[in-house]
């Protein structure tokens, strides 16, 4: 059977690879901005927007 049951846990574990996962193993996120999880999104949240935004938040405070 699938480790991850739920098209909701799946959905979270493939998140929480491409945008902390990937920070952890290569220095970098795993986000191409393709939009898959745009489509994906159960409320339509495009997440590519909230990651840019983070971004230059994070880039901000590290300036400051």
């Known amino acids: 059977g699938s480790v991850r049951p ?3 846990s799946r959905y979270r574990q493939w998140l929480t690879h491409k945008l902390a996962t990937w920070i952890d193993q290569f220095g ?3 986000c191409v901005g393709c939009g898959r999880c745009i489509t994906w999104c ?3 949240i495009d997440l590519t927007e909230e990651v840019r ?3 230059e938040t ?3 405070v590290r300036k400051e």
């Open 6 to 8: 739920s098209p909701r």
């Open 42 to 44: 159960p409320v339509g």
């Open 58 to 60: 994070a880039a901000g």
């Open 28 to 30: 970098c996120s795993g």
């Open 53 to 55: 935004a983070i971004r």
